[in-house]
């Protein structure tokens, strides 16, 4: 199908459905309203998806990549009716029916992104994935720490890591994530990788990192450098 763009019309209604499907609403997601044309609109360019699952968030992430990197539209990443658009074509594997046939959406910006909001924009689960895969272009399995989890639940090490974007941005932290919490044979997340524990994300991410910050410059930092610094408790994440 040709991508399209929401309006703020079908954003509405879109969230609208949204809400309804969390007080035990229709299962079925408001398809009609991906062409139609009061809710609507066509972007510049096209861009034609297909509808498929996904491994992970790496693998939606690179599909998605690849339809959009050739595709000449100049902010991507930020275009919320878009990405608005494509969960709701997607959105039977953003939000699958689970156990007792019931969907759980969660909060609203999983499925509509907040563009000017980094704190926010970084839940969308085809959003999210998307622009770390494209800040990591060069080398995107530098980055299968926040990328490696199913699409649909990104879990802890996904929470206190992509919700910072100074960590994001930086190769050798995002390298030194990947190091630490994905199997580097099946490439899922290791065991415990989302725990509150020590060596856990958040200890990396609020205690660790800041720590590191005041005395290093990280951008200038080499996984391997990171590595050998890391205090005992990441240790069983390292063997």
């Not at 990549?65 to 050739?70: D, E, K, L, V």
């Not at 959105?91 to 609203?108: E, S, Y």
């Amino acid at each position: 199908m040709r991508v399209r763009r929401l309006t703020e019309a079908g954003i509405t209604t879109f969230a609208g459905w949204l809400e309804t499907l969390k007080a035990g609403g229709q299962l079925q997601a408001p398809t009609a309203l991906l062409e139609d044309s009061l809710n609507t609109e066509a972007i510049a360019a096209e861009v034609e998806v297909e509808s498929r699952s996904f491994a992970n968030r790496f693998e939606a992430a690179e599909y998605l990549y690849m339809r959009f990197s050739t595709s000449g539209l100049s902010d991507v990443e930020g275009d919320r009716g878009l990405w608005a658009w494509l969960s709701l074509f997607y959105f039977d594997t953003v939000c699958p029916i689970g156990k007792g046939g019931v969907r759980k959406p969660g909060a609203l910006p999983r499925h509509v992104p907040e563009p000017g909001n980094w704190r926010r924009y970084y839940r969308h689960l085809l959003a999210g994935p998307y622009r770390i895969y494209r800040a990591h272009r060069d080398d995107p399995k530098r980055a299968m720490g926040l990328l490696c989890q199913p699409l649909n639940t990104p879990g802890d090490v996904v929470e206190q890591i992509a919700s910072r974007q100074e960590l994001v941005t930086n190769r050798g932290i995002m390298a030194l994530a990947t190091r630490l919490y994905v199997d580097p044979i099946t490439q899922k997340q290791k065991r415990r990788a989302g725990a509150k524990g020590g060596g856990s994300a958040l200890r990396l991410a609020s205690d660790v990192i800041e720590q590191f910050d005041l005395t290093w410059d990280l951008y200038a930092a080499t996984v391997d450098e990171l590595v050998a610094v890391m205090p005992q408790e990441f240790g069983k994440f390292l063997e």
